[in-house]
């Protein structure tokens, strides 16, 4: 099993900055992709960043530029800073991990496939 942590969410003033991590820990065996989707009230999941294991990272046009991705591959954790922050940043944050995760049964890793963690809300407000 594999589980997904995030951490560093709460209020902060427009103008403000948050760093948000996610670790990831279990029986993790190899990481794709790793990044932040975020999802506020009455609308639909959208993806925020991504980063590759080979470090090539990918984001929503409106976070460029004020948002930064980056991982630390040795403890398996993908952090989120955002500055110049916006109430419409305002919204639930989730970590998304696509990799493989080690079987004992199969004594090797699964197929490849796609984790979640719970969330943590960000909320942007004066």
């Known amino acids: 099993q594999v589980q997904l942590v995030e951490s560093g969410g709460g209020l902060v003033q427009p103008g403000g900055s948050l760093r948000l991590s996610c670790a990831s820990s279990?029986?993790?065996?190899?990481?794709?992709?790793m990044g932040w989707y975020r999802q506020a009230p009455g609308k639909q999941r959208e993806l925020v960043a991504t980063?590759?294991?080979?470090?090539?990272?990918n984001y929503a046009a409106n976070v460029k530029g004020r948002f930064i991705i980056s991982e630390d591959n040795a403890k398996n954790t993908v952090y989120l800073q955002m500055n110049s922050l916006k109430p419409e940043d305002t919204a639930v944050y989730y970590c998304?991990?696509?990799?493989?995760?080690?079987?004992?049964?199969?004594?090797?890793?699964?197929?490849?496939?796609?984790?979640w963690g719970q969330g943590t809300q960000v909320t942007v407000s004066s």
């Open positions: 980063i590759t294991a080979g470090e090539s990272t």
């Open positions: 998304h991990m696509v990799g493989r995760s080690y079987s004992s049964t199969l004594r090797g890793p699964t197929r490849e496939s796609v984790y």
């Open positions: 279990g029986s993790v065996f190899s990481i794709n992709t």
